[in-house]
Nanobody
Framework: QVQLVESGGGLVQAGASLKLSCKAS????????IAWFRQVPGKGREGVSC????????YYKDFVKGRFTISRDNAKNTVYLQMNSLKPEDTAVYYC?????????????????WGQGTQVTVSS
């Protein structure tokens, strides 16, 4: 079964850190760029960051630049999102998905495989 599984979410105070994981099963991540998205109730899903297949390209939305770092370990079939200096406005369900990813276009194209999401809650 082809799937992505996110983990690592939780409840933290503002200024704290969390590291999310996105593990693939049923397929190899070697051939896929991966994006992280987030969604709050009543709003659409927004892209946060993406990483190319070989990690030579990473992209961040302005609202997380300097605070979040995306990385991957293809040997573990896993992509990570290190989130530092968390703010209450980062509260959301975070999802990973297959994607297109360039430093000029950012997150683009179709997202054929999605995870189920992991909740991140940041208290003030």
């Amino acid at each position: 079964q082809v799937q992505l599984v996110e983990s690592g979410g939780g409840l933290v105070q503002a200024g704290a850190s969390l590291k999310l994981s996105c593990k693939a099963s049923g397929f190899s991540l070697d051939y896929y760029a991966i994006a992280w998205f987030r969604q709050v109730p009543g709003k659409g899903r927004e892209g946060v960051s993406c990483i190319s297949q070989s990690s030579d390209t990473t992209y961040y939305k302005d609202f997380v630049k300097g605070r979040f770092t995306i990385s991957r370990d293809n040997a573990k079939n896993t992509v990570y999102l290190q989130m530092n200096s968390l703010k209450p406005e980062d509260t959301a369900v975070y999802y990973c998905a297959t994607t297109g990813c360039t430093d000029s276009s950012g997150i683009y194209g179709s997202h054929d495989v999605w995870g189920q999401g992991t909740q991140v809650t940041v208290s003030s």
